[in-house]
């Protein structure tokens, strides 16, 4: 799963870090940053979860590019 933030429409509300703190966290921005390497089979519930609160929908699921190893 990939996900990226939209950071023109979030609000910053912080619902996302709340529910899942460990792939949603503050930047010193102040901006959404995800950490996708966080994201597991385990808590792939609480990203989803984290997704469909988003009161903007600013959380979108994008393909994970492949790498090439050729």
């Known amino acids: 799963m990939g996900l ?10 912080g619902m996302c870090t709340g529910i899942e703190p460990d792939v949603f966290e503050f ?8 950490k996708e390497d966080k994201i597991t089979e385990e808590n792939k519930k609480l990203v989803e979860e984290a997704k469909n609160t988003c ?5 979108e699921e994008v393909e ?6 050729e």
């Open 27 to 34: 930047n010193d921005a102040g901006d959404i940053e995800i």
């Open 64 to 69: 994970e590019e492949k790498v090439d190893t």
């Open 55 to 59: 009161p903007v929908k600013a959380i």
């Open 4 to 13: 990226r933030i939209d950071n023109n429409r979030c609000l910053r509300c």
